[in-house]
């Protein structure tokens, strides 16, 4: 059965850090493309980004370029979201979710999510 | 980064259709499609349609998904109480080297 469960979520401060976790099992996690998508509360889905299946290649969206970073480690089954500079706007349940092993790829399998809360 | 357009809200009666769009341009739903995605609330999504329009295992061939130009349409038939839920499209954007979402559709089954 395949797995997602996001970790690391909470209260950050403004202009602080957090860095969450993704840890995934019942697949080959080396064999898919793994993405974080974000909801802020009452809102829509925001994907963040996304990052290949050996890590060589990652792409963010636009507006947080330079201020979050996506990494994986396929020895530990682990998809990493280091957040750095925090905002009020940030505020949001971070889902990790796991990309088609197909030419053509989709979001087949979503976490529960992890609630993230930028306040002072 | 531009989204996909969703009409906010869809609201049908018990065992009637719905058809739920999402237009986007070229570079995305034009391109390769778009997927569909269903959320109820205080869930995480869930896959309901590939980009090439093929259901996952499992997902009830009540629904079906389609795509005209840069229009790509979600039909569901025979309307249930569950089926009142969030729906999402998204698409591979070539243009921006990223993911896009619609905005949702929330459908109120009545």
């Known amino acids: 059965e395949v797995q997602l469960v996001e970790s690391g979520g909470g209260l950050g401060q403004p202009g602080g850090s957090l860095r969450l976790s993704c840890a995934a099992s019942g697949f080959t996690f080396s064999s898919h493309w793994m993405s974080w998508v974000r909801q802020a509360p009452g809102k829509g889905l925001e994907w963040v980004a996304n990052?290949?299946?050996?890590?060589?290649?990652?792409y963010y969206v636009d507006s947080l370029k330079g201020r979050f970073t996506i990494s994986r480690d396929n020895a530990k089954n682990s998809l990493y979201l280091q957040m750095n500079s925090l905002r009020a706007e940030d505020t949001a349940v971070y889902y990790c979710a796991r990309e088609t092993a197909a030419t053509i790829t989709d979001f087949d399998y979503w976490g529960q999510g992890t609630l993230v809360t930028v306040s002072s | 980064q531009a989204g996909l357009t969703q009409p906010p809200s869809v609201s049908k009666g018990l065992r009637q259709t719905a058809t739920l769009t999402c237009t986007g341009n070229n570079n995305n739903v034009g391109n390769q499609g778009a997927a569909w995605l269903q959320q109820h609330q205080g869930h995480p999504p869930k896959l309901l349609s590939y980009?090439?329009?093929n259901r996952p295992s499992g997902i009830s061939e009540r629904l079906s998904a389609s795509r005209s130009g840069n229009t790509a349409s979600l039909t569901i038939t025979g309307l249930q109480p569950e089926d009142e839920a969030d729906y999402y499209c998204?698409?591979?954007?070539?243009?921006?080297?990223?993911?896009?979402f619609g905005g949702g559709t929330k459908l109120t089954v009545l």
């Open positions: 990052i290949k299946e050996d890590g060589s290649e990652k």
């Open positions: 980009r090439n329009n």
């Open positions: 998204s698409a591979w954007d070539s243009s921006l080297r990223g993911w896009v």
